[in-house]
T-cell receptor, first 115, second 108 residues
Framework: EPEVTQTPSHQVTQMGQEVILRCVPISNHLYFYWYRQILGQKVEFLVSFYNNEISEKSEIFDDQFSVERPDGSNFTLKIRSTKLEDSAMYFC?????????????FGPGTRLTVL | GIQVEQSPPDLILQEGANSTLRCNFSDSVNNLQWFHQNPWGQLINLFYIPSGTKQNGRLSATTVATERYSLLYISSSQTTDSGVYFCAVVENTDKLIFGTGTRLQVFP
């Protein structure tokens, strides 16, 4: 069964450093998402991406965050200058027809630790 | 915005017991999904169920959209069922809004 993959599984970085989290969505999917989960809390939406542009973003997704689909298979989340409060599990998801009418499939997550 | 509440927040069961988890949402939704977050943090899709009833092995789910709730049934629970169960809904935008979760612990 096709699945969403994410790398790395765990990233440790120093405060102020840039990090790039990578995702390979399911190959025929068109809608891509990033979510995050701070330890012990619920999962929160960050951004959705369709047709090579952001379709929606949350208040969390400020100027420090950016997303990119650099080629036909990868989808990346960049945090320019990490803060302690960015420590969380980051999930990538994809769907074929958009969240309103289709299942979102989640990757295994990248655990980001900011020291 | 829409509120998604789950109950109970915590549930402790002995292996073999049955359980019902509930998800209430405050407004109409276009989509509802149930997930199991395992102890390694992975989110596993259980059901895509904006309305009606579905079954998959020992798990089944029912969504009554007009009354704004969904139920997840786990029968003959096993220790591998332990983890956190989330429901998540889609309102009028293209994002999932997650509930507060139910933490399930199944003991042998």
């Amino acid at each position: 069964e096709p699945e969403v993959t994410q790398t790395p599984s765990h990233q440790v970085t120093q405060m102020g450093q840039e990090v790039i989290l990578r995702c390979v969505p399911i190959s025929n999917h068109l809608y891509f998402y990033w979510y995050r989960q701070i330890l012990g809390q619920k999962v929160e939406f960050l951004v959705s991406f369709y047709n090579n542009e952001i379709s929606e973003k949350s208040e969390i997704f400020d100027d420090q965050f950016s997303v990119e689909r650099p080629d036909g298979s990868n989808f990346t989340l960049k945090i320019r200058s990490t803060k302690l409060e960015d420590s969380a599990m980051y999930f990538c998801a994809s769907s074929g027809q958009g969240a309103r009418t289709d299942t979102q499939y989640f990757g295994p997550g990248t655990r980001l630790t900011v020291l | 915005g829409i509120q998604v509440e789950q109950s109970p927040p915590d549930l402790i069961l002995q292996e073999g017991a049955n359980s019902t988890l509930r998800c209430n949402f405050s407004d109409s939704v276009n989509n509802l999904q149930w997930f199991h977050q395992n102890p390694w943090g992975q989110l596993i899709n259980l059901f895509y169920i904006p309305s009606g009833t579905k079954q998959n092995g020992r798990l089944s789910a029912t969504t009554v959209a007009t009354e704004r709730y969904s139920l997840l049934y786990i029968s003959s629970s096993q220790t591998t069922d332990s983890g956190v169960y989330f429901c998540a809904v889609v309102e009028n935008t293209d994002k999932l809004i997650f509930g507060t979760g139910t933490r399930l612990q199944v003991f042998p």
